[in-house]
């Protein structure tokens, strides 16, 4: 069974910043797709960040140019580094690791951003 566990949430400023880090145990395949989703209240979910285990990564629009998705496979820990963070950002955050066939969520971490 495959657990995600993520942290780092909280509340900022507008302008400011924070890192969030998702840790996923088990039996994980080494190709893999780690990422990050966000929900905010009477939203979809949405794609924030991915990155593959070789290391390619993708943006959704809104977030490009100041988010930054990172990860550490020998500790299957993937971070979100977060600037410049706007009131439309705030949401509920989503670690997601997708191997072939699965696919799993994290528990969710709470963003927000004040004005």
């Known amino acids: 069974q495959v657990q995600l566990v993520e942290s780092g949430g909280g509340l900022v400023q507008t302008g400011g910043s924070l890192r969030l880090s998702c840790a996923a145990s088990?039996?994980?395949?080494?190709?893999?797709?780690m990422g990050w989703y966000r929900q905010a209240p009477g939203k979809q979910r949405e794609v924030v960040a991915t990155?593959?285990?070789?290391?390619?990564?993708n943006y959704g629009d809104s977030v490009k140019g100041r988010f930054t998705i990172s990860r550490d496979s020998a500790k299957n820990t993937v971070y979100l580094q977060m600037n410049s963070l706007k009131p439309e950002d705030t949401a509920v955050f989503y670690c997601?690791?997708?191997?072939?066939?699965?696919?799993?969520w994290g528990q969710g971490t709470q963003v927000t951003v004040s004005s």
């Open positions: 997601n690791l997708y191997v072939v066939g699965s696919s799993y």
């Open positions: 088990g039996r994980i395949s080494r190709l893999n797709v």
């Open positions: 990155i593959t285990s070789g290391g390619s990564t």
